[in-house]
């Protein structure tokens, strides 16, 4: 990773994450190099900790999860982990998990960008689709191999390769288990950017400090919007109508109209 002048913080005894704050962005970098940051049980546990703690902390504004070293996002759940599950253990666990991080990420309620500093594979693919957006290096790699395991992906990446790519192309994508390379990932709507590995974090901080000058409420009730269109139990419009209509009710409008009729800045 980038040399940064990150200042360090150890919210909580972490084992498997790391947590970097810079201005008012989390960085959660999985540390697990040695296993190519593969996401066992605790992994997910202490990301969703770290996530939940943040949610409370007006301080941070943005979060971006990235993989410890230059190999590897996250090359999968861990597969030592999952070898001997049984039929029932793999429901509940996926049910679990799809609960805990995939659909918490997917709907919290500030801007998560995942930095995809190499493979993002299975399991790792699936949490880079649950944030918000993602941004990916030169060298990162994604795919969803898990039929070549003998299983299919279990934390919503079915559902959310075919929402980011098309339904022809996902299906390509999980039934040939190949891996897309960062420039078709590109062309694909996939990610956001490519960037060398050396500029990737910093064009993360990048976008994190102009989501930081804008309303926290507000890009909270985008989110929500946003998410309600990919919601077959919701109307999108209605729930935009909805949202939209709350942030009148809001202090930051006050502070945001305001400041523009003073020609200053809104502080947010
Ligand atoms: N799990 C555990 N260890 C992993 C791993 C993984 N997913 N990926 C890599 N490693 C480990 C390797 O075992 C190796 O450890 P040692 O042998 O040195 O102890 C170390 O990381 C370095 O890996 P390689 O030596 O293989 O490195 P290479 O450069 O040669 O290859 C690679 C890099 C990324 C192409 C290769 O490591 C690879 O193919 N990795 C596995 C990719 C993969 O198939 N990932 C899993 C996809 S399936 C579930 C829900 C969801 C899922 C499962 C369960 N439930 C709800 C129960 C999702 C499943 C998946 O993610």
Redesign the pocket.
Known sequence: MNELPLHKINYMNFQNIKIELKDKIAIVVINRP???N???KMTIEELHNALSHFINDAKIRTIIITGSGE??F?????????AD?DVE??????????EKLFDFIEKYPKPVIAAING?A??????LAMACHFRLCSENA?MG???V??G?I???G?TQRLAQLIGKGKAMELITTAK?LSSKKALEHNLVNYVFSSEELLNECLKLGSLISNNSPKAITAAIEAINAGFDNQVNGYEKEIELFGNCFGSDEFIEGTTAFLEKRKANF
């Open positions: 040695k296993q190519l593969a996401l066992n190999k590897a996250v090359a999968g759940a861990d597969i030592k982990e999952f599950f253990r793999g429901r509940d666990l996926a049910k679990s998990g799809q493979f594979l299975g399991g790792g693919l699936e790699k969803l191999p898990e070549s395991l299983v992906p279990g934390y990446g891996m």
